[in-house]
């Protein structure tokens, strides 16, 4: 059956993915709200900007009388929720939009949902999901422990923005209990893959070699984090917000536990093979290495145990690190005037 999705973030990172997903890949419509801060970049949606199942509405999720209008406009049978405040460096420099979006947002969009839930009919009542995307920073750090994370791993966040996050898959998970709302978590491990915006490692370091720039390595690089290819973290939030049970949480890993410092290294090797033709001053990428003073309570290991949603739900990554990184270089070679709009900071325009 067909449905209309009411995707939150849809113009970011993942929220696009998820966005070009089931526009390329299913038959649903999608309600696609996004506030279009520094990180929202509808240049991310452009190949399926055109389609008639795909409707933007430039709204901000602390906007509850704007919230309330998309609802009753266009009746969504799901919510996936992915607009978030998510960089943990920014979060340090200013928590407050943190706290903002990730939780006084979240609430403002769990009554809206609540509000024209209650309204609908039995049946469309007990087919409504929201889904609620999280993050694997919730869990804290596995530094000293073989364990990965799994659904039942108590929280322990470590910054404003894990924290934010936190407080914000309670809400959601209070809403089921209280309210009856019918709710799913995911908490997934580091993304990586096209359409990623540059302040963060894996595009930053790409970028940064090709202009011959120092590549900035935290500490000594060896804090291990586990890497999932958004496309394929796509198909699984789809997979969930369809097949998912009410109430459950399901981790989403891409089993790629890598250290900063290789990962960096890998794309070195990538870029010697896929842009040899290397800056002026530069025999080898990898001389660009530089190590930096360590982030305040960087966490050093995040792994996921991914075991639930494949058991019940038949979700696998399709992509090994190594493939999803060689299409990661090779996206953001053959896309300069993307990054390059977003560097130069022409990209906000479009948001006007």
Same mark, same amino acid.
């Given at each position: 059956? *067909? ?18 997903? /089931?526009i390329?890949?299913t ?6 709200? &996004? ?12 190949c ?8 933007f ?11 309330a209008? %998309?609802?009753?406009?266009? +009746? ?23 706290i903002?979006? *990730? ?5 403002? /969009? ?9 309204? %609908? ?37 470590s ?12 809400l959601? $998970? ?12 995911? *908490?997934?491990?580091?993304n ?14 790409? /970028? ?16 291990? $984090? ?8 796509? $198909? ?14 399901? *981790? ?18 990538? %870029?010697?093979?896929?842009? =040899? ?21 960087? &966490?050093?290991?995040?792994?996921? &145990? ?10 696998? =990554? +399709? ?5 999803g990184?060689?299409?990661?270089? +090779?996206?953001?070679?053959?896309n300069?005037?993307?990054? +390059?709009?977003?560097? &130069?900071?022409?990209?906000?325009? /479009?948001?006007?």
């Open positions: 059956m *067909n449905k209309t999705f009411l995707v939150t973030g849809g113009a970011g990172f993942i929220g696009s993915a998820v966005v070009r997903h /089931l390329n890949d038959p649903h419509k999608v309600v696609n709200v &996004d506030k279009l801060t520094y990180a929202g970049n509808l240049a991310s949606l452009r399926i900007a055109q389609s008639p199942r795909h409707h509405a430039q709204v901000d999720i602390c906007d509850a009388a704007a919230l209008a %998309l609802f009753a406009q266009y +009746q969504p049978d799901v919510v996936m929720h992915l607009a978030a405040e998510s960089h943990v460096d920014r979060s340090i420099d200013g928590p407050g939009e943190f903002q979006t *990730n939780i006084v947002g979240t609430y403002t /969009l769990l009554e809206a949902a609540r509000s024209y839930w209650s309204t %609908l009919s039995a049946e469309k009542k007990a087919g409504f999901r929201f889904h609620h995307i999280s993050t694997d920073e919730v869990y804290g750090d596995l530094h000293g422990s073989a364990d990965l994370f799994t659904e039942t791993t108590p929280y322990a966040p910054s404003p923005y894990s924290a934010s996050k936190a407080g914000s898959d309670h959601v $998970r209070a809403w089921l209990r209280t309210f009856g709302l019918p709710t799913l978590v995911t *908490n997934c491990s580091n990586y893959g096209p359409y990623h915006f540059p302040e963060k490692l894996i595009p930053l370091m790409i /970028l940064n070699a090709l202009a011959g720039k120092s590549l900035p390595v935290y500490g000594d690089g060896k804090q291990i $984090r586990d890497w999932l290819y958004v496309e394929d973290h796509a $198909r699984a939030l789809v997979t969930v917000a369809t097949q998912g049970i009410v109430g459950e949480t399901y *981790n989403i890993g891409g089993h790629n536990e890598m250290q900063n410092i290789d990962v960096v290294h890998t794309l070195c090797n990538l %870029l010697e093979q896929l842009a =040899p033709n290397k800056p002026a001053g530069i025999t080898n990428y990898s001389e660009l290495i530089t190590y930096v003073t360590d982030r305040p309570g960087h &966490d050093v290991r995040y792994a996921i &145990d991914a075991g639930k949603i494949q058991r019940e739900l038949g979700w696998v =990554p +399709q992509e090994t690190f190594e493939s990184l060689k299409k990661t270089v +090779q996206w953001y070679l053959a300069p005037s993307w990054w +390059q709009a977003i560097l &130069d900071g022409s990209y906000q325009q /479009l948001s006007r």
